[in-house]
């Protein structure tokens, strides 16, 4: 702003912004990029100031904000610091994302939060994240030790929650589902870590999961015609040394296992005229359904199919006969998540299987697998 104090002996005919009067004595003359003002010097003297242009205005053009009286030119283009409340006055920075101002002081003395960059008070600011109160609220939570999570998470498909990265690498893996398992979980006997939600509907007696197998027996033969005519032995597992030492023995001659997660759930074995299904006790209804139905087809196959039948179609019929078990039983996330997979023998095979049954039907998919080699 530029004003300069000059005599009415020079100056033509003059006329004060404010009285209106006729100036016939000593003036003001204030230049600004927008304003220009003559002001008498009794004006000039009496009137209050805008406390930002420091210009004289009329009492009645001042407005009152935030402590400051300002005309209203400059109560329109006021910036005020979205920490300090202050008008600003010099370098400002304003954030992009949010359209935050700050003013240089504040921007350049304050921490900022990890998130979103702002400035903030050291009381607004969480200590152990370094991210703002607003932001740590909308942060998810891991599911496992409840901590907000800052940049990368995981997640696991078919299984709820956000999953950070330190609980990833360090806590123990649920045998169930795979997630890692949070601050209360459960250890079998056997060993097993299962998260407090897998436990929630662990099948442990070993009476019931007797019931589900003789369950899942009767409704495979009833809607898919598949019927043993060898009774098999079943044996309800935990997860030890020695059941460990038959798995790894069978797995070396004709056999099958229903992994989850990369663990053992169920197997069958065929061996001197003698079947054997094993179930492992402690885990979730459909899951044990699907591996009772997964076991029960290989001791069907046993009786009916080539025993060189390649491990794709063993596996994929095997998959296909659990499907229409939970189908049946209206276990819909479990049926997803055994038709998602893409792993080989299981995945594959049972999209093979899959693609035979929908162009050819159920009686004439039977008669394949019972000739089919490859």
Request: glycine share 6%; with cysteine.
């Amino acid at each position: 702003m530029l004003f300069f104090l000059m005599s009415a002996v020079t100056a033509d005919a003059l006329t004060c912004r404010f009285c209106g009067k006729e100036i016939s004595g000593r003036y003001v003359e204030y230049r600004t990029n927008t304003k220009y003002l003559v002001v008498c010097a009794d004006c000039n003297q009496r009137l209050p100031r805008c406390d930002a242009c420091r210009l004289p205005t009329a009492a009645q053009n001042l407005l009152l904000y935030k402590g400051e009286h300002l005309c209203s030119d400059c109560a329109k283009e006021a910036k005020y610091c979205s920490v300090c409340d202050r008008r600003i006055q010099g370098r400002y920075v304003v954030l992009k994302e949010s359209g935050n101002i700050y003013c240089q002081s504040c921007y350049d003395a304050l921490p900022k939060c990890s998130v979103c960059g702002k400035p903030v008070r050291p009381l607004e600011l969480d200590r152990s994240t370094g991210v703002c109160l607003e932001c740590l609220k909308k942060l998810p939570r891991c599911a496992a030790c409840g901590k907000p999570i800052i940049g990368s998470f995981y997640r696991f498909q078919f299984v709820e929650g956000t999953y950070c990265s330190d609980c990833m690498n360090n806590r123990p893996k649920c045998y169930t589902c795979g997630a890692p398992v949070g601050d209360r979980y459960w250890k079998f006997q056997d060993g097993r870590e299962i998260c407090d939600q897998c436990n929630r509907r662990a099948v442990i007696d070993a009476g019931q999961v007797r019931k589900i197998m003789q369950e899942t027996e009767q409704l495979v033969g009833r809607l898919l015609g598949l019927k043993t005519e060898q009774p098999y032995t079943l044996h309800v597992e935990p997860l030890n040394n020695s059941s460990s030492l038959i798995i790894g023995a069978i797995k070396k001659t004709f056999n099958s296992d229903s992994p989850l997660n990369g663990s053992e759930l169920g197997l069958f074995r065929r061996a001197n005229n003698q079947s054997d299904i094993y179930l492992l006790y402690g885990l979730p209804p459909e899951i044990l359904y699907e591996t009772a139905a997964h076991e029960y087809a290989h001791a069907w196959q046993a009786e009916n199919c080539p025993l060189d039948q390649s491990s794709e179609l063993r596996e994929g019929f095997a998959q296909w006969v659990a499907t229409e078990i939970l189908r049946n039983k209206g276990f819909k996330i479990a049926l997803e998540k055994l038709e998602a997979r893409e792993d080989s023998p299981y995945g594959t095979g049972y999209q093979r299987i899959k693609h035979v049954y929908q162009n050819v039907g159920r009686a004439q998919l039977l008669d394949y697998v019972k000739k089919a080699r490859r």
